[in-house]
């Protein structure tokens, strides 16, 4: 009987408390792999060697991610060398979105002069593992001895449309923070963003 | 010269019949969130640059002609970024005969303004929030509509 009832109950919570599945800021994150736009595989596990990875999942149509290209490409130029590299991830389905493709993401990649891998998130359960909800959507990584944990979710800073007003940088602080071997202040923020496009 | 093409302009404008959007301040949204009329009030997200969001106003435009003497309100809030409101959202709403309401939120907000929308709202649009406060009825949908889904949505609401 329990075993009838535990599914139908699980069911029937999850249609009435629709709570967002995924990391939440101190969990820690398990091993990815997933094609670069060189071909070429790269693993979380790869950045063992690093203080963190600041993970963005992003891609090439959204107007939401493309305001923050270049704020991406500036976080892994000022951050790469003190430990923090981008990681770049597409989670969309190319099939909905052709843009997204991953040729085309080599295309911007190389035009834009990509410092960081971007990865394609064929399956789209890296997203899902993630608990990624929208482009762009950050979840900054912590690496104690190979074991990554979230340090904070959420938006690049305060201002998507007007990077000149920007008052607060959310991931540069979180990165601050974390390196004086502290927890940041503020560990998760919500933005606007494009829906991810998923599978049908 | 440049003066008098602006003149001309302007005099089109007022008379295309345009839909013109309400601005807002955000203080005014979250005020008007918590209001207690007893009316169905269906407050849909969107922008300009989002394409499922424009596919799926001309549902909520329906929704308003077919509800004219029901206690159901739309109102269409653009998240289009105030500085493109002159070249982004006025044109559009010029050259869309849009029917239902819409306002548009000044962009000085507390950094927690979503959460104060709805907290079960990831941030996403289109996102639409169906709310009567005097029934107590809450309900966020962040995804687009069908019409299908939309009407079968709204008869439950208003049967509650």
């Given amino acids: ?200 | 010269m440049k003066w008098m093409c602006t003149l001309i302009i302007c005099f089109c404008l007022t008379n295309s019949h345009a839909q013109s959007v309400e601005y807002k301040t955000f203080a005014a949204v979250d005020s008007f969130l918590d209001n207690r009329n007893d009316t169905l009030y269906i407050v849909n997200f969107w922008a300009t640059w989002c394409k499922p969001c424009i596919e799926e106003l001309p549902l909520f435009d329906s929704v308003t002609a077919q509800n004219k003497n029901a206690p159901i309100k739309v109102i269409l809030i653009s998240l289009d970024a105030q500085i493109r409101w002159e070249d982004n959202l006025v044109p559009f709403l010029n050259n869309h005969a849009i029917q239902s309401t819409v306002w548009a939120i000044y962009k000085e907000r507390p950094t927690d303004w979503i959460d104060l929308v709805d907290p079960r709202w990831q941030g996403t649009i289109p996102a639409t929030l169906m709310f009567n406060n005097a029934r107590q009825i809450n309900y966020f949908h962040e995804t687009s509509f069908t019409e299908a889904t939309l009407n079968e949505k709204l008869k439950e609401l208003i049967h509650l």
């Fill in chain 1, 1 to 200: 009987m329990l075993s009838i009832l535990a599914p139908a109950l699980a069911a029937l919570l999850s249609l009435t408390t629709p709570a967002p599945t995924g990391y939440a800021v101190g969990d820690e994150v398990k091993n990815f792999t997933l094609n670069n736009i060189d071909g070429k595989s790269v693993s979380l596990s790869d950045y063992a060697s690093k203080e963190g990875v600041i993970v963005v999942f992003t891609c090439n149509h959204c107007p939401y991610a493309k305001a923050y290209e270049s704020r991406v490409m500036d976080l892994d130029k000022n951050f790469a060398a003190k430990g923090y590299p981008v990681l770049a991830i597409n989670p969309n389905d190319p099939v909905s979105v052709p843009d997204d493709s991953p040729e085309n993401m080599k295309k911007r990649s190389t035009e834009m002069g990509y410092t960081f891998p971007y990865l394609f998130d064929a399956t789209q359960q890296v997203a899902k593992d993630f608990g990624a909800s929208r482009t762009p959507h950050v979840f900054l990584l912590k690496n104690t001895n190979g074991k990554f944990t979230v340090e904070y979710i959420g938006a690049i800073d305060d201002n998507t449309d007007e990077p000149a007003a920007v008052k607060t940088k959310y991931v540069e602080d979180a990165i601050g923070a974390l390196k004086k071997g502290e927890k940041p202040a503020v560990n998760f923020t919500k933005a606007i963003g494009c829906t991810i496009k998923w599978k049908s």
